[in-house]
């Protein structure tokens, strides 16, 4: 029974590069949010994504940063470009979306831009 | 604006001590509150929810309280453990969706032995 499972957890990319965060939701959800994590700070809400469609991208910067969930596979958030202030811990969580069921954390991909 | 004050930043206490975390919002309308623990390098993990009609409610060693009216959550510990070293975030949801919530930026307790 695995719960969300995020990778890597891990990334270092250089300035310019391109970073591709990969989140599985646990099985029977199709609800999926990004969040950020800088040091110090709380989580802050960047997209929310049911299968094949965004339903809410208020919190993703609109230069340089994508969010899909497919059909198929794990949703992707791709972050282009990057800057050293894209360095960030990103979690993914999901749920069925349905009444009050709380939301799933993975563990999170740790971003290191050098 | 939605917004989510948490109070202490920190808090250091010693094992087997009690302590109180606390969570005022202006989040409107309010649907639910939920109190999640995140320890170092992990993800949350939720570990109460509270809707309007709810005072109380206890998870363990974990009780976390609700005043709707004055917009206000605490979240208490007793008997402190070790493990209990972690950030407490408080989180308040206007809808019953829990995705796009607004989240406290978080208490960081450490128990110390």
């Known amino acids: 029974n695995a719960g969300v499972m995020q990778n890597p957890r891990h990334l270092v990319r250089r300035r310019g590069q391109e970073a591709r965060l990969r989140c599985s939701p646990m099985k029977g959800h199709s609800h999926v949010y990004w969040y950020r994590q800088l040091p110090e700070e709380g989580l802050k809400f960047m997209v929310y994504?049911?299968?094949?469609?965004?339903?809410?991208e208020s919190g993703m910067p609109k230069e340089r940063f994508s969010a899909e969930f497919p059909k198929e596979g794990p949703s992707i958030l791709r972050i282009q470009q990057v800057v050293r202030g894209d360095s960030a811990a990103y979690f993914c969580a999901s749920s069925p979306g349905q009444g009050d069921s709380p939301l799933h954390f993975g563990n999170g991909t740790r971003l290191t831009v050098t | 604006k939605n917004q989510v004050e948490q109070s202490p930043q920190s808090l250091i206490i010693l094992e087997g001590k009690n302590c109180t975390l606390q969570?005022?919002?202006?989040?409107?309308?309010?649907?639910?509150l939920r109190w999640y623990k995140q320890d170092t390098g992990r993800g949350p993990v939720s570990l109460t929810i509270?809707?309007?009609?709810?005072n109380t409610k206890s998870n363990g060693r974990y009780t976390a309280t609700l005043d709707a009216d004055t917009k206000q959550s605490s979240l208490h510990i007793t008997a402190s453990q070790l493990s209990d070293s972690a950030s407490y975030i408080c989180?308040?949801?206007?809808?019953?969706?829990?995705?796009?919530?607004?989240f406290g930026d978080g208490t960081t307790l450490t128990v110390k032995p």
């Open positions: 989180v308040v949801s206007a809808l019953p969706n829990a995705g796009k919530s607004t």
């Open positions: 994504l049911q299968k094949e469609n965004i339903i809410d």
């Open positions: 969570c005022n919002y202006t989040v409107s309308p309010f649907s639910n």
């Open positions: 509270m809707t309007f009609s709810e």
